[in-house]
């Protein structure tokens, strides 16, 4: 797999060449262009048995904004080239995993390799709060691994408790224990337009996007036709 990412960070586009027979794993929506002989497969964007799958990409369309499915892209006998764009205008960043993993948002998952398995991370209510989408995934394995961001990406190096907007967590490593809490006290929660947020504790990298979708929402709610 041979890939290259273009106009970052506002408008990026993700160019993938593969060779015969080879996968890619996209999310649901994304795929630009793609070789005429490149096959496709959809299913259920989660893992386990079907009653699991359902509940889970429920969850990831309801919680994390992601669509039900995603799409499996098989390149022909003489390979093929797929462009794949994310849905909010943004940033794309590459992970190379070497048998580690990350913990993603739901909604920054754009693309993997077919060695790269993604599953619901299980982090108890805490991990459902937010309001914006707080909704994690696990990605592990050997492989390509694709997420995108609402705005460009800051990448931070974390070695002290450190808070964080919900709505602007692309994505953290393992080492990172998190809890999620409101900022201040209820009436500074309420009133003061930060929501709840994430506090991070341990060793590890953590990164942010510059925009978030929530707070999108919240600026175009008031001009749309009651």
């Given at each position: 797999m041979e890939f290259g990412i273009r106009y970052r960070p506002s408008y990026?586009?993700?160019?993938?060449?593969?060779?015969?027979?080879?996968?890619?794993?996209?999310?649901?929506?994304?795929?630009?262009?793609?070789?005429?002989?490149?096959?496709?497969?959809?299913?259920?964007?989660?893992?386990?048995?079907?009653?699991?799958?359902?509940?889970?990409?429920?969850?990831?369309?309801?919680?994390?904004?992601?669509?039900?499915?995603?799409?499996?892209?098989?390149?022909?006998?003489?390979?093929?080239?797929?462009?794949?764009?994310?849905?909010?205008?943004?940033?794309?960043?590459?992970?190379?995993?070497?048998?580690?993993?990350?913990?993603?948002?739901?909604?920054?998952?754009?693309?993997?390799?077919?060695?790269?398995?993604?599953?619901?991370?299980?982090?108890?209510?805490?991990?459902?709060?937010?309001?914006?989408?707080?909704?994690?995934?696990e990605a592990s394995g050997t492989g390509d691994l694709f997420i995108n961001s609402y705005g460009a990406i800051r990448e931070l190096d974390i070695n002290s408790p450190f808070i964080v907007d919900t709505g602007h967590i692309v994505a953290f490593e393992p080492t990172l224990n998190f809890n999620v809490k409101k900022v201040g006290n209820w009436k500074s929660t309420i009133f003061s337009g930060e929501g709840l947020v994430c506090e991070f504790q341990g060793r590890g990298k953590l990164w942010l996007q510059t925009r978030s979708v929530g707070a999108l929402v919240g600026w175009l709610r008031p001009m749309l036709p009651a």
């Open positions: 990026s586009l993700l160019g993938v060449k593969l060779t015969p027979n080879e996968q890619i794993l996209v999310e649901g929506g994304s795929m630009v262009s793609m070789s005429a002989d490149m096959a496709i497969d959809t299913h259920l964007n989660a893992t386990g048995g079907l009653l699991k799958s359902v509940a889970v990409a429920i969850g990831r369309k309801i919680l994390g904004g992601e669509t039900m499915f995603v799409n499996t892209f098989t390149a022909g006998p003489q390979g093929g080239q797929i462009m794949i764009a994310p849905s909010m205008n943004g940033d794309i960043v590459h992970f190379p995993l070497k048998g580690g993993g990350v913990i993603i948002q739901a909604s920054s998952f754009l693309a993997g390799g077919p060695g790269v398995g993604v599953k619901l991370k299980l982090g108890g209510i805490k991990t459902l709060l937010g309001g914006e989408g707080l909704f994690l995934l």
